[in-house]
């Protein structure tokens, strides 16, 4: 597609629930990025990956949550176990490229709610 | 540590005006950076870019400017309209992307 997608757009969780966050890519880009946005702008890097593999892992939590991207199917970023602190909006983004001269394209974002 | 410095939370200009959202940042080895726009429940928009080997790029209303020796960049919005409300954040690229706290931009009619 000609724009990144994202679902659901609105998740609640009972804490100690899982999340499961899923992230359709501009069609033709191998890189996805998923950020995390508590405070209302600030955004945490979180995981990475170039096609299907992992490229880039250093902000993901290291309990918890976990990622994949695999070939034919949307990515998703699932959080076991919820805590309060995970209530964010969780951005996905695709590109050409990790880093050099290429832009990010931005999905509208996951709400994530934990009670 | 916050590699990507937006100082001022927000600003206000009157519509016509003269916006400018600046950003510094750390790091000397980022060689692309970035300016992008949020409104509220919608994801950042790519809005403006600049390669380290430049200092200028203009597009439209919109220009950034980059001193290296200062590790600063801006951007400039003339001129500004009441649609440019929004939340502007600046991106620096190395092997990620590290993104600014954003500034709130409000164009008074």
């Known amino acids: 597609g000609e724009e990144v997608a994202q679902t659901p757009k609105h998740l609640v969780r009972g804490e100690g629930q899982k999340a499961k966050l899923y992230c359709a890519p501009i069609?033709?880009?191998?890189?996805v990025f998923w950020y995390q946005q508590v405070l209302k702008n600030e955004f945490k890097f979180l995981i990475s990956?170039?096609?299907?593999?992992?490229?880039?892992e250093t902000g993901m939590p290291k309990e918890r949550f976990s990622a994949k991207c695999l070939p034919n199917s949307p990515c998703s970023l699932e959080i076991q176990a919820t805590k309060l602190e995970d209530s964010a909006v969780y951005f996905c983004?695709?590109?050409?490229?990790?880093?050099?001269?290429?832009?990010?394209?931005f999905g509208p974002g996951t709400r994530l709610t934990v009670t | 540590d916050q590699q990507v410095k937006q100082n001022s939370p927000s600003l206000s200009v009157q519509e016509g005006r003269i916006s400018i959202l600046n950003c510094d940042y750390t790091?000397?080895?980022?060689?692309?950076f970035l300016w992008y726009k949020k409104y509220p429940a919608e994801g950042p928009t790519f809005l403006i870019s600049?390669?380290?080997?430049?200092d200028k790029n203009e597009d439209g209303r919109f220009t950034v400017f980059l001193n290296k020796s200062a590790k600063h960049l801006s951007l400039h919005i003339v001129p500004s309209q009441p649609g440019d409300s929004a939340v502007y954040f600046c991106?620096?690229?190395?092997?990620?992307?590290?993104f600014g706290t954003g500034t709130s931009l409000t164009v008074i009619p």
């Open positions: 983004a695709s590109s050409q490229s990790a880093g050099g001269t290429y832009e990010q394209y």
């Open positions: 069609k033709g880009h191998s890189y």
């Open positions: 990956f170039q096609n299907e593999n992992v490229f880039d």
């Open positions: 790091n000397s080895m980022f060689d692309y």
């Open positions: 600049i390669s380290s080997i430049k």
């Open positions: 991106a620096a690229s190395g092997n990620q992307f590290y």
